[in-house]
């Protein structure tokens, strides 16, 4: 079964990043909780001045039902235009490929996959 889902958003002015925490499966409500809080906190700040962090450590590899809908957040984030985004994952070549692919495939080419 899969892990229920939470966020966190935190904005960080001194250090100019916007800290981003996804743990587990959403809901359709939490999704729309998640984009309104993001929206929200997005809206406050220069985007173009920082870095979005996403701490995705607790990604699996990506389903293909899954990949429409990362590709759509990605897009999101790269609307918002932010400086950088990093993406923190545990060392997983596969899921680390399929990121690279979604960049690649929404034209985001400020964005990088950390492994941790």
Known sequence: MAKEGSFSINVNRVEKTVDLVIVGTFTPEQVQEFVSDYTTKAKSINAS?????????????????????????????????FEKLVVSIKKNPILKMQLNRIFKNTGFTNAEVKEI
């Open 49 to 81: 001045e920082f870095t979005l962090n996403a701490d995705s450590t607790d990604m699996d590899v990506l389903t293909q039902e899954m990949v429409p809908a990362l590709e759509n957040t990605i897009r999101m984030y790269q609307q918002t235009g």
